[in-house]
């Protein structure tokens, strides 16, 4: 089973302030990456899929980067509107895995 | 508009059954994988099945396999979870999620939710 790291866990920012978010694979997935926001109470929501490709409708303060084992998913401009929790999925190889999510709070 | 909604959630004593339900619409059901994944409470997301787009083919996490079964009703676009000897562990939001079209595609959209309470 591939494990998926993400660090860090929770991060305090302040509005337009950058986020950067990291996703580390215990083995090499290629670009089979995706990042997604989960706000409170919701589901959850695809943000950027094959490590870096935007997705229609994501505002473009959201980005990725990465291939192999280290991966980035990176918000520019941070507003209040972002405050949630981003996961990284990998879908190399079943069982699909994600990571254990980072908590992104608006201080 | 695609829309995934699931159904069949509630409160079920350790070791019993319960079959969740989610209903597609908005999209050709049958040309896409499902999948089912859940989130305990307060905890991130956990895979847990998945089923290929003629229902064909099939897969279980560990923490499920000879207990869960997938399966699907595409004359009904309809994908279903059979859950049993359900565990205090198995207490969850359970979402279904569509598998985008392309080979490794990620999980393009979620359903609600429906929560599942194992308690006696």
């Known amino acids: 089973e591939i494990v998926l790291t993400q660090s860090p866990d929770f991060q305090s920012v302040t509005p337009k302030e950058k986020v950067t978010i990291t996703c580390r694979a215990s083995?090499?997935?290629?670009?089979?990456l995706h990042w997604y926001q989960q706000k409170p109470d919701q589901s959850p929501k695809l943000l950027i899929k094959?490590?870096?490709q935007s997705i229609s409708g994501v505002p473009s303060r959201f980005s990725g980067s990465g291939s192999g084992t280290d991966f980035t998913l990176t918000i520019n401009s941070l507003e209040a509107e972002d405050a949630a929790t981003y996961y990284c999925?990998?879908?190399?190889?079943?069982?699909?895995?994600f990571g254990q999510g980072t908590k992104v709070e608006i201080k | 508009e695609v829309q995934l909604v699931e159904s069949g959630g509630g409160l079920v004593q350790p070791g019993g059954s319960l079959r969740l339900s989610c209903a597609a619409s908005g999209f050709t059901f049958s040309s896409y994988a499902m999948h089912w994944v859940r989130q305990a409470p307060g905890k991130g997301l956990e895979y847990v099945s998945a089923i290929s787009s003629n229902g064909g083919s099939t897969y279980y996490a560990n923490s499920v396999k000879g207990r869960f079964t997938i399966s699907r009703d595409n004359s009904k676009n309809t994908l279903y979870l059979q859950m049993g000897s359900l565990r205090a562990e198995d207490m969850a939001v359970y979402y279904c999620?569509?598998?985008?079209?392309?080979?490794?595609?990620?999980?393009?959209?979620w359903g609600q939710g429906t929560l599942v309470t194992v308690s006696s």
């Open positions: 083995q090499s997935i290629g670009s089979s």
């Open positions: 999620a569509r598998e985008g079209l392309g080979e490794d595609s990620p999980f393009d959209y």
């Open positions: 094959y490590a870096s």
């Open positions: 999925h990998q879908s190399s190889s079943l069982p699909w895995t």
